[in-house]
T-cell receptor, first 113, second 110 residues
């Protein structure tokens, strides 16, 4: 029973490039969440998606960030024109319907040079 | 706005020395309080969910309790492998996101 999968595990981008982070939820889970963890800070909610729908994007920066969870394939968090302040660990979590606990993936560590 | 405060920020224990971690929260309608363990370079690992005041959950050397304003994670006779950061999070009744505290870094010396 594979857990939440994220790739890549490490990603280096130069300022101005695009970063694409992928997340495959646990089998049977239809809810996906993205969180960001900055150095020395706690995990911060970004966005909550179900298949083909964004349910809550209240934690997502208004510009340069977008997320999707298509009918087929993984969820994608996309960051356009990255800046140094985007360097962080990005975690994806998933949960099954009608359950509250979220299960986290190993994270993608983004470094912007 | 939901707030979660964890204390202490860091805790060093001798192997076998029991202690407790605190999580204080302010939320408009608690739907669940969650404890996670996070090892360096890894994602949070789910430990417990508590739903209502008075509830307790146990797993090996860990025991989580909940009141109307705070939760405690009690660690009994810890071992070096219990060293990690322990995170507390809440989910309020009107949303689905988790609001996390900044965690307690626990180090257990042999």
């Amino acid at each position: 029973n594979a857990g939440v999968m994220q790739n890549p595990r490490h990603l280096v981008r130069r300022r101005g490039q695009e970063a694409r982070l992928r997340c495959s939820p646990m089998k049977g889970h239809s809810h996906v969440y993205w969180y960001r963890q900055l150095p020395e800070e706690g995990l911060k909610f970004m966005v909550y998606l179900q298949k083909e729908n964004i349910i809550d994007e209240s934690g997502m920066p208004k510009e340069r960030f977008s997320a999707e969870f298509p009918k087929e394939g993984p969820s994608i968090l996309r960051i356009q024109q990255v800046v140094r302040g985007d360097s962080a660990a990005y975690f994806c979590a998933s949960s099954p319907p009608v359950r509250y606990e979220q299960y986290f993936g190993p994270g993608t560590r983004l470094t912007v040079t | 706005e939901d707030q979660v405060t964890q204390s202490p920020e860091a805790l060093r224990l001798q192997e076998g020395e029991s202690s407790s971690l605190n999580c204080s929260y302010t939320v408009s309608g608690l739907r669940g309080l969650f404890w996670y363990r996070q090892d360096p370079g890894k994602g949070p690992e789910f430990l417990f969910t508590l739903y209502s005041a008075g509830e307790e959950k146990e797993k090996e050397r860990l025991k989580a309790t909940l009141t109307k304003k705070e939760s405690f994670l009690h660690i009994t006779a810890p071992k070096p492998e219990d060293s990690a950061t322990y995170l507390c999070a809440v989910k309020e009744s009107s949303g689905d996101k988790l609001t996390f505290g900044t965690g307690t870094r626990l180090a257990v010396r042999p």
